[in-house]
T-cell receptor, first 112, second 113 residues
Framework: AQSVTQLGSHVSVSEGALVLLRCNYS??????LFWYVQYPNQGLQLLLK??????LVKGINGFEAEFKKSETSFHLTKPSAHMSDAAEYFCAVSVGGGKLIFGQGTELSVKP | DTGVSQDPRHKITKRGQNVTFRCDPISEHNRLYWYRQTLGQGPEFLTYFQNEAQLEKSRLLSDRFSAERPKGSFSTLEIQRTEQGDSAMYLCASSWRENTEAFFGQGTRLTVV
């Protein structure tokens, strides 16, 4: 069965520091992978997606993620954190029918 | 197009009452999904439609839950005889086709007291 594991339920960084949010997936077929961001009491907004076209995927707000098949990973990074990046981040894999299996989420805090 | 719209945004109900939520997807999207999200967790899949056909239901969707998508446009999710464990955020999403990005609505937060 396909699944997603996000390592670290809480990550705290200083403003301007590197952001690294970890995601590992389990899939028996080439995966379609997504990162979503959720602000309090809001729905999910797509940050970026991997659909096998390129292993390094650039998304909105300066985020990017690299697909590493050998490590079954799809970690999310941003070179310099901004206060507005504080939110919950979810990694997801698309399974049959297009439904998404989500990780548990990582809450990102940004300290001034 | 204003994206995926959900109504209401918040619902407080007494245990045992029935509630119904509505989702209006992006107009050209033929796939519509319902998810449930509890505090501190990722969204969990409940059910999805392709046009008006309900193609899959999660085992999370007990007999008290029913979803419809008449005419392949908006969808409703009804919970009968609500229980406190039903308290959660109910999210709707739509997509153009399989494995394309899903666009989410703002969600309906249900509180059962």
């Amino acid at each position: 069965a396909q699944s997603v594991t996000q390592l670290g339920s809480h990550v705290s960084v200083s403003e301007g520091a590197l952001v690294l949010l970890r995601c590992n997936y389990s899939s028996s077929v080439p995966p379609y992978l997504f990162w979503y961001v959720q602000y309090p009491n809001q729905g999910l907004q797509l940050l970026l997606k991997y659909t096998s076209a390129a292993t390094l995927v650039k998304g909105i707000n300066g985020f990017e993620a690299e697909f590493k098949k050998s490590e079954t990973s799809f970690h999310l990074t941003k070179p310099s954190a901004h206060m507005s990046d504080a939110a919950e981040y979810f990694c997801a894999v698309s399974v049959g029918g297009g439904k998404l299996i989500f990780g548990q989420g990582t809450e990102l805090s940004v300290k001034p | 197009d204003t994206g995926v719209s959900q109504d209401p945004r918040h619902k407080i109900t007494k245990r045992g009452q029935n509630v119904t939520f509505r989702c209006d997807p992006i107009s050209e999207h033929n796939r519509l999904y319902w998810y449930r999200q509890t505090l501190g967790q990722g969204p969990e899949f409940l059910t999805y439609f392709q046009n008006e056909a309900q193609l899959e239901k999660s085992r999370l969707l007990s007999d008290r839950f029913s979803a419809e998508r008449p005419k392949g446009s908006f969808s409703t999710l009804e919970i009968q005889r609500t229980e406190q464990g039903d308290s959660a955020m109910y999210l709707c999403a739509s997509s153009w086709r399989e494995n394309t990005e899903a666009f989410f609505g703002q969600g309906t937060r249900l509180t059962v007291v």
